[in-house]
């Protein structure tokens, strides 16, 4: 069975540098996410990406983020400068349209610690 | 309050019992609704989708009521492989964004824990 793939698995970062965290989505997927979860928490949505642009973001997801695809298979998430509350486990996802109904496939995520 | 709720838990059951969760959402424009499982510090992966109808997948009953905002699951004949997190998602297509992608908004889970 296809499936997102990220890496790396876990990233530690000292605060205020940049941190990039990279995904495979599934090949014949159009539609991209990440989401969030801060240890103990819940899943948060971040971003959403479709036909090269952001269709939404979350208030989490201020000037310090931002994401690409920079060629036809991986897709980024980039932290310019880390904070301290950024550590948390970040997951990409895709789906193959966003009709109703339609699911999210997530990879099993990039753990990042900011220290 | 919280766009998604759940009862957190842990809901400490034996091997075999039926065991119920629920979760209220509070955007009436939320159009899709997922069960997820999460195992400890893995991803989310789908459960089952929840269709207005009632849906069941083998051990698994999923249940929507509109009106209330209320979407449950029902696991029978519980095994310790059920053991896990149980993520309630609710979907909506903005229609500020003309509706391209599929927001998930998820709840913060129930924990089970199925003792042997």
């Known amino acids: 069975e296809p499936e997102v793939t990220q890496t790396p698995s876990h990233q530690v970062t000292q605060m205020g540098q940049e941190v990039i965290l990279r995904c495979v989505p599934i090949s014949n997927h159009l539609y991209f996410y990440w989401y969030r979860q801060i240890l103990g928490q819940k899943v948060e949505f971040l971003v959403s990406?479709?036909?090269?642009?952001?269709?939404?973001k979350s208030e989490i997801f201020d000037d310090q983020f931002s994401v690409e695809r920079p060629d036809g298979s991986n897709f980024t998430l980039k932290i310019r400068s880390t904070k301290l509350e950024d550590s948390a486990m970040y997951f990409c996802?895709?789906?193959?349209?966003?009709?109703?109904?339609?699911?999210?496939?997530f990879g099993n995520g990039t753990r990042l610690t900011v220290t | 309050r919280k766009e998604v709720e759940q009862d957190p838990g842990p809901f400490n059951v034996p091997e075999g019992a039926t065991v119920a969760f629920n979760c209220t959402y509070s955007?009436?424009?939320?159009?899709?609704f997922f069960w997820y499982r999460q195992d400890c510090r893995k991803e989310p992966k789908l459960l089952m989708s929840v269709y207005s109808s009632g849906n069941e997948d083998g051990r698994f009953t999923a249940q929507l009521n509109r009106a209330s905002q209320y979407i449950s699951l029902l696991i029978r004949d519980s095994k310790l492989s059920d053991s896990a997190t149980y993520l309630c998602v609710a979907g909506c297509r903005p229609l500020a964004y003309g509706g391209a992608t599929n927001k998930l908004i998820f709840g913060t889970g129930t924990l089970l824990a199925v003792q042997p």
């Open positions: 990406f479709y036909n090269n642009e952001i269709s939404e």
């Open positions: 955007n009436s424009a939320s159009q899709s």
């Open positions: 996802a895709s789906s193959p349209n966003p009709g109703l109904g339609s699911p999210l496939h």
